[in-house]
């Protein structure tokens, strides 16, 4: 067998799923209900791609939502408390999104495509029955779908060579989290500055599904000259990087946790004014104050090659929190994970380890990012 996983349709392929397994993939992982590529074979040589020249991901599982007609930036607005005042077509915001309680339930790009359009580039949850929930139950006129979009990123150092080379110069002049919509040769995209990475790059959101292999041999072309290959977001960049992943360190069902604790709060204006969803809840927090905090850690011992579940983070053998995710970081030669802890767990606090399954691992924390 190929493949690390059952291929069965009750979870959809993306539209560069041939091209992948057509250029060597050998694992998948499931996301928003769709397949992801994992790795081609080459982790190391993959993770070395992104930071010292450029790679190709197949990210369609980054669906969008999209928000269309007269009351699309309301129901934005609604979704996230973060005030989107002054949002404007061509320029996404990075936004938490809550429930009532103040959970975090996602994380997403936020697109204004025009003042009554609308997407929402999500992360791994139901957040379309969510958007369409509140629409429906606050009488707003607009209309909740996924529309026909899939992702491809194209990161790395010299990500914007490979950009510039397939589309044009303009696309230099995209500043972060900027975007345009554009056609290459028929097909039709939405390029972004943006990706799930500190190398840099930019994503190119395919807007027919029956282009998929077109676009990935267009920038596997148009790549080559630069030293392109495959790979997949990398966890342990994205570790040194200090990037949020909702799903692994958070999630509302099993890891719940607040925008306050994972570090959003600079983006949280409560004196603004604007109306959304868990607006009482997060007044109280911030009343209140946060009474946990995002940690980075440094664990002893031998390089690790990660973990399948969160880990307890114990002092003195009694468990005070817990990290998400674990990785060797080869750039620091330390093992390194992040996680939540009491705000009163000081970065130089003794006697602090890990649960591992085959034994605890002595640990310290550290202030996010690693590696900027």
Not at 240 to 251: C, H, K, N, Q, V
Not at 307 to 318: E, F, T, W, Y
Request: a negative charge; aromatic letters at 6%.
């Amino acid at each position: 067998m190929p493949y690390a996983i059952h291929i069965g349709p009750n979870v959809r392929t993306s539209p560069f799923f041939d091209a992948t397994v057509a250029d060597g993939v050998r694992g998948f992982s499931v996301y928003n209900h769709m397949y992801i590529p994992g790795h081609f074979g080459d982790p190391d040589g993959e993770y070395d791609r992104l930071l010292h020249g450029v790679a190709m991901w197949d990210v369609a599982v980054q669906r969008q939502v999209e928000l269309d007609g007269p009351d699309a930036m309301a129901l934005a607005q609604l979704l996230t408390p973060r005030h989107l005042g002054g949002a404007r077509p061509g320029q996404g915001r990075y936004v938490p999104l809550c429930d009532h309680d103040g959970w975090l339930i996602n994380d997403p790009v936020l697109l204004p495509l025009s003042e009554t359009r609308v997407w929402l580039s999500i992360a791994d949850s139901d957040v379309e029955l969510w958007a369409l929930a509140i629409a429906r139950e606050r009488g707003l006129d607009v209309a909740v779908s996924e529309p026909d979009v899939s992702p491809l990123a194209i990161q790395g150092p010299r990500a914007m060579e490979v950009a510039a080379a397939l589309l044009g110069e303009w696309v230099r002049d995209l500043r972060p989290f900027a975007f345009r919509e554009t056609d290459l040769d028929g097909i039709p995209l939405v390029v972004a500055r943006s990706g799930w990475s500190k190398q840099g790059g930019v994503e190119l959101y395919l807007r027919d599904c029956t282009r998929g292999t077109d676009l990935w041999d267009r920038v596997k072309r148009a790549g080559a000259p630069f030293g392109i290959g495959p790979g997949a977001p990398n966890d342990i960049e994205r570790l040194e990087s200090g990037l949020i992943s909702y799903g692994a360190d958070m999630r509302r069902q099993c890891l719940p946790a607040n925008p306050f604790e994972m570090g959003f709060g600079p983006m949280i204006d409560l004196s603004a004014g604007h109306d959304f969803i868990g607006r009482a809840a997060l007044e109280r927090i911030a009343a209140e104050g946060p009474t946990r905090r995002r940690i980075g850690v440094f664990l002893d011992g031998p390089p690790l090659a990660g973990n399948q579940r969160p880990l307890a983070l114990l002092r003195d053998g009694v468990e005070v929190g817990h990290v998400t995710e674990i990785a060797h970081s080869r750039r620091l030669g330390r093992n390194i994970g992040v996680g939540l802890a009491p705000v009163e767990l000081a970065d130089d606090t003794p006697g602090l380890s890990v649960r591992l399954p085959d034994g605890d691992r002595a640990a310290s924390l550290t202030a996010l990012p690693f590696l900027r």
